[in-house]
């Protein structure tokens, strides 16, 4: 079975590494600084911050733009991001509270808000599209139902749990399909809240197809698996960092007036 490759952006280099065969246990979410763990997934794309500088290549595959841009496809992800990330300012996470529906009107068919339970993450809301594509009401349903296989649901699972508890942001690329057998391919991104000062709480996502499919409201999706993941890691300046031990001057020589060296 040939190599999965594994891009790694570690500060302005893009790192091509060959990736050996998938080990034989179940996917596991990459985590920070340890590597990609790679089973179903074509690839991982980790960089260090959101705010990192784009490498050279990056900056061709995105036309200029900054990576986080390369990083999604879609334009609600794009969208729910840059708002999300405008509301954060400085802090790791913005308010639930502080979220209002009218900024961001052209995403808000695809965005939904999940609560964390002791079950798992759970619908609190889902836009309409969003709704039509999985054909039900999402509110109070659980999140990992999406998918249909166990294992894919505790892969989504740990997803979310890394969101929470890194402050980190998750795009996705799924690869499913319909009830009658159409395939469609759609992007996934989830972003920590705070809900009343409290972390482990909240989650900003968006799922949307990159074209509104013809068959909306006549299909739905029966079933996602998920074919990539990119990590987007809080930035650097937010992280604690160990202090740089003092350096002593080095000692000099000093001439005394009077007296001979």
Not at 72 to 86: A, E, H
Not at 220 to 246: D, F, H, K, N, Y
Request: proline share 9%; with cysteine.
């Amino acid at each position: 079975m040939p190599g999965i490759l594994c891009f790694i952006h570690s500060g302005n280099t893009l790192l091509t590494l060959p990736a050996r065969s998938p080990p034989p246990t179940r996917m596991g979410v990459a985590r920070r600084h340890g590597g990609c763990v790679l089973d179903s997934l074509k690839d991982c794309f980790v960089p260090r911050a959101y705010d990192s500088a784009p490498s050279r290549h990056a900056e061709r595959l995105a036309g200029g733009r900054r990576l986080k841009w390369a990083m999604m496809k879609n334009t609600s992800t794009r969208l729910v991001f840059d708002y999300w990330d405008k509301l954060r300012g400085d802090r790791s996470a913005p308010e639930r509270g502080e979220i209002e529906p009218g900024a961001l009107r052209h995403a808000l068919a695809d965005t939904f808000v999940l609560e964390n339970e002791p079950i798992g993450p759970v619908f609190r809301l889902a836009g309409t599209r969003l709704c039509a594509l999985t054909g039900h009401e999402l509110r109070g349903r659980s999140f990992t139902a999406l998918w249909p296989d166990v294992e894919s649901q505790a892969d989504m699972r740990r997803l979310v749990q890394t969101v929470m508890d890194e402050s980190a942001g998750a795009v996705a690329g799924l690869s499913g399909e319909t009830s009658t057998g159409l395939p469609i391919y759609l992007e996934l991104i989830l972003l920590p809240l705070r809900y009343r000062g409290r972390t482990h709480a909240r989650v900003m996502g968006a799922l949307s197809p990159a074209l509104t499919p013809d068959w909306l409201g006549l299909d739905t999706v029966a079933g996602m698996r998920m074919i990539s993941l990119r990590m987007l890691w809080p930035a650097a300046a937010s992280r604690p960092s160990t202090p740089e031990p003092q350096r002593t001057a080095p000692p000099r020589l000093v001439v005394l007036p009077g007296g001979r060296a």
